[in-house]
């Protein structure tokens, strides 16, 4: 994509975040709202500024993958998103443990059985040092959801 | 004045010497952690001295201390991921460092950058005590302003060649720190009337989101392609020669740690902004400046002397006055006075063993830290040789932890996933992500130094000339004036020599 | 074959983990103090103590977790949503916990006073009226009188605005006729220094601060009679002013839990606080120490939100 393009949508992005935040400043004491809404101002200014840069001398390429395969990175995102959720909503262990390993799975290079047996035991042992160290030596507990 | 040998006879118990260990051991893990810092770990290890001598409790939590400090650097340099706010400097260039395959280089050069600072630090607070908080005192809410917008002019040189883009991510950032409830006036503020937003985006979760998360995904690649991390070469000798170098930019150091001693001491002001206003001149002073970023020794010497120099400055005026001049130190106040010792002057004069046994056995755990950490390099190096897949894994499921444990709190997850998706937009956008840190990490002190200051000089009768009437503010303005003037200089002339 | 037996292994360690044990007894797990505040401030102090010095009274240890964040609201909110089993207990600052839920703004969301139960109170910490030893008035009359030839130029610091250190500035306010420039900071850390260095002229607050800082005189304490903490500083009511401002601070569970739960809650955290070196220890911090049994304190919650209901209608910030 040209840098261009993507400088002046992001500007105009930038511009309707503006818009949309101050609009929630409505309703606060004055003295919460001086600071916010000198930065909405300096943040349009800018985004103004961007979009003309780029449209007067933008150039240049924006590479949104790099050398990650488009699927790959998809595929990472979403599972990575999927496992926050579940860890955080759903089950924490249940969440981390499958997240973790759907996630080796995505990314080893090899898929022998010996490679899958290698990641399950990986998996079982992070958790097991998770626990040890969170819960049991720090007691920091993680939240219980709908299952254990 | 304190009895010396009583202190000796302090230092020398062996079961102090093994606390002392054992804490700052598990200090250095903390700081290693991202996520877990060493506010946390001082809060974690506080039941466990109730049991022991005030002096033996407070070098333990001491150790703790300074352990998370250098640990910062840990994550910083291998990762990419802050494990401590006030690491986030260290990314700068022991990342890039690392990347060159000179990773035990990189650590060696922050231990023994961290120890420096500690024992500077440490040195400032026996000898320098008592005019250092008088100048701390005369630190007000206008200065505070000041020396986080002196701060924000970094961003000019964090994105060189595109400062405008830097600017609106600083920007976003103080404006995602305005998320939440005002602090002062209870008004909750782009919350969209939801709970979750109330608390408003945590620095460290988000961190952790904006570093840790992109550095996973840049690092994906097709499976069985060359890894993007030059292989690590182990060699010995590494820790010689880190010092020998260590020893030709000592100025870097006295500089740094100048810098973590002063503005340790103002309240409210702790290792985060220090290790930014340290990076940022050194760099200036710097003969080869444009090498800055690209993982030279004096960009790891710079903040990790300075934030291990903020663990003594702070702790001035906690000790004297009572007030904490950083949140580790906050939390340290708090033990202190659990263990009925209370702080002010009179602590040392009436506790003047206990006072002059933790400064002197402060020295003593930054040598304990020197001593563990070549242990620790050599044990944290040894992770980089585990496959590419099995690292990428385990920093997303540490990030998840890490964002959580801090409070237990699920929206802190969830921001953490947010900044990490935003993180990876921004770089590929070629906005950078450390702008946006930067305004997130000053942007409560900048907003409070700014409400504080309309306050006061609503009082005085004209608010505007109460932000420039103070001397120590007129420095302050004087150094961001000089600090522009020199970035739009360096820039002009360098497109100018590029045009030639 | 190796798989099958990874498996197995895996599914035995996780199913193994799970920390709670399906209670036969209460306690048989560590109970947790909430804590709404950030590690290291007067809430934190308070409740190591009760940490401290509960070895040996409670059957299980007292953990102290935190949820800091919004002033107080997050932690007390996930108070009110927390399981009604005994093993989360939360502090409770009043009058915070009756302002916060009176000053909300229509739509947000958050916890109710009565979604707290008072299980007991601990501590108070009298609000008293700070100035440095150096600064031109020596008494709370050379104060008020200064205060009122200058109105609006004698810089007051409060923790906070619309929060308890405001509502006692408020009661002067009314009281005297003085008006006093209010500089609210974030926390006492932060107005502590600013008295100190002189940012301002003087601080509407709490004991305890008062307590840690050196140099500084008292002008007034809003107790009823004379605090055993700082016997030298006259009351209110010695002076001619019908003023009393206290800061009460206690423990609260969830609403329904069970009765036998709670009493035995109660009665250990009685007797954990008459320990002398408990009370002894909570002095040097600053506090008051002052036990009352849930009853009592919900008797003082309602007090306090009838009298901060009324302040605050007579200034006009709610109808």
């Known amino acids: 994509m040209q840098e261009r393009t993507l400088d002046i949508c992001l500007g105009c992005a930038l511009l309707g975040l503006g818009a949309l935040l101050w609009t929630q400043l409505e309703g606060l004491p004055v003295e919460g709202v001086l600071f916010p809404a000198a930065l909405i101002c300096l943040l349009a200014a800018g985004s103004l500024a961007l979009i003309a840069r780029a449209l007067l001398c933008g150039s240049g390429v924006v590479d949104f993958f790099g050398e990650t395969p488009a699927r790959q990175w998809c595929m990472a995102t979403a599972l990575f998103a999927a496992q926050c959720i579940v860890a955080m909503y759903v089950s924490f262990r249940l969440g981390m443990g499958c997240g973790m390993l759907l996630m080796l799975f995505l990314l080893s290079p090899a898929r022998t059985g010996r490679s899958l047996a290698g990641n399950v035991l990986f998996v079982a042992a992070f958790l097991g040092a998770l626990e040890i160290f969170f819960c049991r030596i720090m007691r920091i507990y993680f939240p219980e959801n709908l299952l254990f | 004045m304190f009895d010396f040998s009583t202190v000796l006879s302090n230092l020398s118990d062996p079961v102090t010497l093994v606390l002392m260990a054992a804490s700052a051991s598990f200090g250095i893990v903390m700081g290693a952690v991202p996520g877990l810092s060493g506010t946390l770990g001082i809060a974690l290890l506080l039941p466990f001295t109730f049991g022991v001598e005030p002096h033996q409790a407070l070098l333990m939590l001491g150790s703790v201390y300074c352990g998370s400090e250098y640990g910062g650097s840990i994550p910083s340099i291998l990762i990419n991921t802050p494990g401590t706010a006030a690491a986030l400097c260290t990314t700068f260039d022991g990342h890039p460092m690392a990347m060159k395959g000179q990773a035990q280089k990189a650590l060696f050069t922050a231990l023994i950058a961290s120890i420096f600072g500690g024992l500077f630090g440490v040195t400032a607070l026996l000898f320098l005590s008592s005019p250092l908080a008088a100048v701390s005192m005369s630190f007000g809410a206008p200065e505070q302003f000041w020396l986080c917008v002196f701060a924000l002019t970094i961003i000019a040189s964090l994105s060189s060649g595109n400062v405008l883009k830097g600017i609106l991510g600083a920007l976003l950032g103080l404006l995602l720190s305005c998320v939440g409830m005002d602090p002062v006036t209870a008004a909750p503020r782009f919350t969209f009337n939801t709970m979750e937003l109330m608390g408003g985006v945590n620095v460290v979760p988000a961190l952790i989101g904006l570093f840790a998360i992109p550095q996973a995904l840049m690092l994906l690649r097709p499976a069985g392609a060359r890894p993007p991390m030059a292989p690590y070469v182990p060699a010995p000798g590494v820790l010689w020669e880190t010092i020998r170098d260590f020893c030709r930019r000592i100025w870097v150091a006295g500089l740094s740690g100048v810098i973590g001693v002063v503005v340790g001491i103002m309240p409210g002001a702790g290792g985060n902004i220090a290790t930014f206003v340290a990076y940022n001149e050194t760099r200036r002073f710097s003969r080869t400046p444009e090498k800055f970023g690209t993982g030279i020794m004096e960009g790891i010497m710079a903040p990790e002397v300075c934030n291990n120099a903020v663990v003594g400055g702070a702790q001035i005026p906690m000790l004297t006055l009572g007030i904490p001049g950083s949140a580790p130190a906050a939390v340290m106040l708090g033990a202190l006075m659990t263990h009925g010792l209370k702080p002010g002057f009179a602590l040392f004069t009436e506790q003047a063993d206990i006072v002059y046994t933790y400064s002197v056995g402060l020295i003593l755990s930054n040598l304990m830290i020197l001593l563990l950490g070549c242990f620790f390099v050599r044990l944290f190096v040894t992770a980089l040789k585990i496959p590419a897949h099995y690292l990428l894994v385990s920093i997303m499921a540490m990030s998840v932890v890490g964002a959580y444990s801090i409070n237990s709190s699920t929206m802190d997850v969830m921001s953490m996933l947010g900044c990490g998706i935003l993180g990876y937009l921004l770089i590929r956008a070629r906005f950078g992500v450390a702008p946006l840190a930067l305004g997130l990490i000053l942007g409560g002190t900048l907003e409070e130094g700014f409400k504080l200051s309309l306050h006061l000089g609503e009082a005085e009768g004209n608010v505007v000339a109460f932000f420039f009437s103070r001397p120590q503010s007129l420095a302050l303005i004087a150094l961001t004036a000089l600090s522009l003037i020199y970035s739009f200089w360096k820039e002009f002339s360098a497109r100018k020599r590029a045009a030639a | ?319």
């Open chain 3, 1 to 319: 074959m190796g798989l099958l037996r990874f498996l197995t292994v895996l599914a035995a360690f996780l199913l193994a983990l799970p920390a709670g044990v399906v209670a036969a007894g209460y306690p048989s797990k560590p109970v947790a103090i909430l804590t709404a505040f950030n590690p290291g401030g007067g809430s934190d102090v308070s409740h190591r103590l009760l940490e401290k010095y509960g070895k040996g009274v409670f059957d299980t240890p007292l953990i102290i977790t935190y949820k800091p964040g919004a002033g107080g609201e997050i932690g007390w909110t996930t108070l009110a949503a927390a399981r009604p089993d005994g093993y989360t207990v939360g502090g409770v600052d009043l009058p915070h916990i009756v302002l916060q839920p009176m000053l909300r703004k229509k739509g947000q969301p958050g916890y109710q006073t009565e979604d707290l139960f008072p299980l007991c109170g601990l501590v108070y910490d009298a609000n008293v009226v700070m100035a440095r030893a150096d600064s031109p008035w020596k008494t709370f009359a050379e104060l008020i009188a200064f205060a009122r030839a200058n109105p609006g130029k004698v810089r007051v610091a409060t923790v906070g605005k619309l929060s308890g250190d405001h509502l006692f500035l408020m009661q002067i306010e009314k009281a005297t006729g003085a008006k006093f420039a209010q500089v609210p900071y974030a926390g006492s850390g932060k107005a502590i220094p600013a008295l100190l260095t002189g940012e301002v002229d003087a601080y509407f607050g709490s004991g305890s601060s008062f307590l840690r800082m050196e140099n500084t005189i008292g002008l007034a304490v809003g107790t009823r009679e004379r605090y055993a903490l700082c016997p030298d500083v006259p009351t209110f009511k010695e002076l001619g002013y019908d003023i009393e401002s206290i800061k009460f601070r206690g423990l609260a569970i969830p609403r329904n839990v069970p009765e036998p739960v709670r009493a035995y809650l109660e009665s250990h955290f009685a007797r954990l606080c008459a320990n002398p070196e408990y009370q002894e220890a909570v002095r040097n911090g600053g506090l008051m120490p002052a036990f009352c049994s849930g009853r009592e304190f919900a008797d003082i919650i309602a007090r306090e939100k009838a009298a901060a209901a009324s302040l605050l209608k007579e200034f006009g910030v709610i109808k």
